[in-house]
Each structure stands twice: as C-alpha cells, then as structure tokens.
C-alpha cells in the first residue's frame, strides 16, 4: 500500500512580481519536530506553524480559523472595506514514501559529504575555535598597532618615487639621506638627520594628519612580553634589526588630533608591554581593548631603497644618541613633511627629519629641496597643519626659529613652491 508521510513544506513569501523562498523540513518522519530553513538562519518551528499557517486562502477562512480558535483580538474586515493580505503561503508539499523511508533517510555518513564542503565546515570549526580562544584569553594579550612612514605615504598621496628620480637625474643632491643640511658642515648644533619613506602607495583623497592606525601593521602579543622582545619579534617579521628600530607614543593633543609625542626609553624597553601602555596612556583615552599605539621610526633611507630588500648603511649618529637628545635635552624635534602642488591641488607626504630648536627654519631647505627633487634654491613657502576639524594653517617664516613658531615633536610642516607671477 501507498501510503506517503509529508516531509518539508516550500514556501513562498511575497506577490507575484517577486519575493522570498523558504523551506520547513523535518528531520525525521516520526514526531512533530520542525526546523524552518530561512538563508543562513536554522530555527526550531512548531507543527502547527510549518502546515496550518501555510495554507492559502481567503480572508474569510482567516477571520473563521481565528474564530474558532477563540482570538477575541482578530476583527473581521467590515463589508465592501479593505480585506487582510496574506502574503505567505506553502507552494509545493514534500511526501516520502513510508516505505522506503528508511532508505531515503538514513544516516548521513562523513564519506555522504562532498571532499570540499567537508573541508570547508573544517576549516569554519576551526576559525570558531580560535575565536572562542582568543576571547577567552583576551585578558592575556594586547595589540601594538605600529605605524611607520609608509603607512602615513598611504594615506597621504603618491608621486614621491617619480620625483626623487628626476631628482638623481638632475644631479640634485647625495642619496644619502644622512646627510647634514646644516650651513656648516660642522655645526653640531644645526644637525637635521633626513628620512624618507620608499614603499609605493595607491592613490588617496585623504590628505590631512598622518594615519589611520586601524589600517597600520596589528601585532598581539602577551601583555607580559618585555618591549625588547617585541622588537626581536618586529625584527623576524620585519626585518628590520633591532639596533634600526626606535619608537615613539603617540598622544592626544588638545585640538584633537594625534601625533608621535615622545620616543620610548631604555628603561621602558626593558619593561613589560602592558606596563608601557598604562603608563604612557592617559585614563581618558584607554580603549577596553588596551591597544599601544606606537610611530616606528628607522634610519635615513637611501633613494630607491626598500625595506624589503634591506636597510641602508648606519646613520651617522647612533639611535641611542639622539634618543638622549631628544627624550633628555629635549633641543631636537621630529617634523613630518608634506609637499604641496599648487597645479595639481595634490598633498604627498615626502619625509621627516630633526631640527634643532634655537635653529631658523631655513636650515631645513636643504632636506625640502632634497624630499621634493627640487634644484637646490627654489623658493619655498612653508606652514604648518595645525588641525583639520576645522582646517587650520599657520604661515611660518624661515627666519622663525621652531620654538618662536611653538614646534614641537609630531607638527606637521606643509610646503610649497612659491608660485610663479604671470607677467602678461
């Protein structure tokens, strides 16, 4: 004898013009379990709503199933008025026969699953799993997120590599970023140590402050990690040796915006990396997930050099050196460069460099000339970018010394080629 057992009900939510299809199966053929397959959602369903609510028609059999059962809130559509839609109703019924049931539902071994399927639910399990355990030991780690010059170049525009070639063509200049820009040679008191980012970048609008740091370099490591011991982990991944790597904390000024403030210490090196997070954050810009925020500055990089393939010769003065300087003495600071096209209207981040406090701006020409492959002595017009929510400029002039124009470690100086006056 034929006797069929209703399997899944396929149902279709919608008009005739268009819709939504979803299906209610049931995983055996014996019980009243339900489950409603819904795209990506999986939801136990009763009986009653996977068959008696899925069958069509009019509004009077809706008004006489509500009736019957009791729903005093149900109020029938009053004559010649609007009627209720119904816009979801069952469209094709699944039976098996009971006979063969047993056949047709069996057991789904794991050989039943397609080799690709069966790796990908593989492969979902195990990012589930690291996920899970990466919450659970949440507490145990933090993220350093490192941002470095070719980050900022990212965002801030390209074109630096085009200029700096023709820059070399012309002659203009050593490519040796180390260079002293200084008037004389000698003077130690006007050193600024120059360098440049080479790694390529893709186009960008974003022309205001340095970087983004949720699309900087992430690193998680143990917060009991020493700070050495992240650079020897920056080291292998990076390849950028140890004695090349110094860093600087980033900070929240009171215009809002954020820039390198000072570099890291030797006794902070040495110290455990959650130590270094809470005391170089103040309480009110600690995020719950503790992130370090960190400037990775390297030495002087010579034209056409990447990181990939290997640092430059030495500078020549140590890192520890002009950390002292700068962390101690505090007579040096770190600038950060943007050149300005007055014909394109387009801002590239071109470098940074030291400059000495009670030293004028002019003793940086040398290192603008070089940064924008510009013949030595082209006039220049300089300013700084004081914030960008509202934008705000400030002219500086090249007799002003850094500290008659208030610059400090992190300002942002804007220049550009004094442009030409039309004669005609």
């Not at 069509?56 to 019957?68: F, K």
């Not at 839609?85 to 789904?108: G, H, P, Q, T, W």
């Not at 070719?150 to 630096?160: E, H, L, P």
């Amino acid at each position: 004898r034929n006797v069929y057992l209703l399997h899944s009900v396929l149902v279709h939510s919608g008009g005739v013009h268009g819709g939504h299809y979803y299906a209610y199966i049931r995983p055996t053929l014996e019980g009243d379990a339900w489950f409603k397959f819904d795209d990506e959602r999986v939801t136990k369903e009763t009986t009653q709503k996977a068959t008696v609510e899925q069958f069509g028609g009019s509004d009077d059999d809706n008004y006489n199933h509500h009736h019957n059962n009791n729903n005093n809130n149900f109020t029938p559509p009053a004559h010649g008025g609007f009627r209720l839609a119904k816009f979801s109703n069952a469209y094709m019924l699944v039976y098996v026969r009971e006979s063969d049931k047993d056949e047709i539902l069996c057991n789904v071994d794991k050989e039943d699953i397609l080799p690709h399927v069966r790796e990908r639910l593989q492969r979902e399990q195990e990012e589930k799993e690291k996920r899970r355990k990466e919450k659970q030991e949440a507490h145990l780690y933090t993220i350093i997120k490192v941002a470095m010059d070719r980050d900022i170049k990212a965002q801030i525009g390209t074109g630096f590599e085009d200029r700096t070639a023709a820059a070399l063509a012309a002659g203009g200049g050593s490519n040796d970023m180390s260079a002293d820009v200084s008037p004389g040679a000698n003077n130690n008191s006007s050193r600024a140590i120059v360098s440049n980012p080479t790694t390529p970048a893709s186009h960008t609008n974003e022309y205001f402050d340095l970087v983004d740091h949720e699309k900087v370099r992430h690193f998680r490591v143990q917060k009991q990690m020493t700070f050495n011991d992240f650079k020897q982990m920056v080291e292998k991944e990076m390849s950028i040796p140890v004695e090349c790597q110094r860093y600087w904390m980033w900070a929240k000024r009171q215009n809002q915006t954020y820039r390198p403030s000072r570099p890291l210490t030797h006794e902070e090196e040495s110290m455990a990396v959650a130590l270094i997070r809470d005391s170089g954050t103040p309480r009110h810009e600690k995020t719950a997930s503790g992130d370090l925020k960190l400037f990775l500055e390297t030495p002087a990089l010579v034209f056409g050099n990447s990181l990939h393939k290997g640092l430059p010769p030495p500078m020549r003065e140590p890192l520890h050196t002009i950390v002292h300087d700068v962390a101690n003495k505090r007579m040096e600071h770190l600038l950060f460069f943007k050149l300005y096209d007055p014909y394109t209207e387009m801002f590239t981040y071109v470098g940074r460099a030291f400059a000495h406090r009670d030293r004028p701006m002019s003793d940086l020409l040398p290192a603008l000339w070089t940064f924008a492959g510009y013949p030595h002595g082209t006039p220049l017009l300089l300013f700084e970018e004081v914030k960008y929510e509202p934008v705000m400029i400030e002219e500086i002039t090249l007799t002003q010394t850094l500290s008659e124009a208030q610059l400090e470690d992190g300002d942002i100086i804007c220049y550009q080629r004094v442009p030409e006056v039309s004669t005609e």
